[in-house]
């Protein structure tokens, strides 16, 4: 009996570190991003705010950050000081106004702006619509 209780606790550590999270679901991408006073202020102008995923090479540090404003660069509706990317977790976030554009489009856009770059985003939440 002590014996398989020391088994069970073996498999226990080793199980651990799969509960942690894995940097690649929704959520874990959502948290890379998640800026409670860029969300808070949106929220107060009532505005949205979009999280992405992002797939394809990402250029390392800033870069990545520079690299999606410009892709979102004139777009009026998009709040540009809002903008926050992980090159990590590989997704973004912004806010931007529901009335004037949908996420979607904003998803659409990115996706044919970056497509040079080899880069496509995916929509994973909305908050505030």
Known sequence: ??????????LALVAAPAAL?????DEDRIAAVYD?????KALERRRAVAFFALAGPLPAGRESQR????????EG?????????????ASLSLAYDGARI??????????????ANGLRVSLLKVMGR
């Open 21 to 25: 999270g894995c940097g690649h679901c």
């Open 67 to 74: 690299v999606i404003a410009r892709a979102l660069a004139g």
């Open 77 to 89: 509706a998009i709040d540009p000081a809002s903008l926050r990317v992980s090159v990590d977790a």
């Open 36 to 40: 409670y006073g860029v969300i808070g």
């Open 102 to 115: 949908s996420p979607e489009a904003i998803g659409e856009g990115l996706n044919a702006r970056l497509a």
């Open 1 to 10: 009996m002590a014996r398989m209780a020391r088994v069970a606790a073996a």
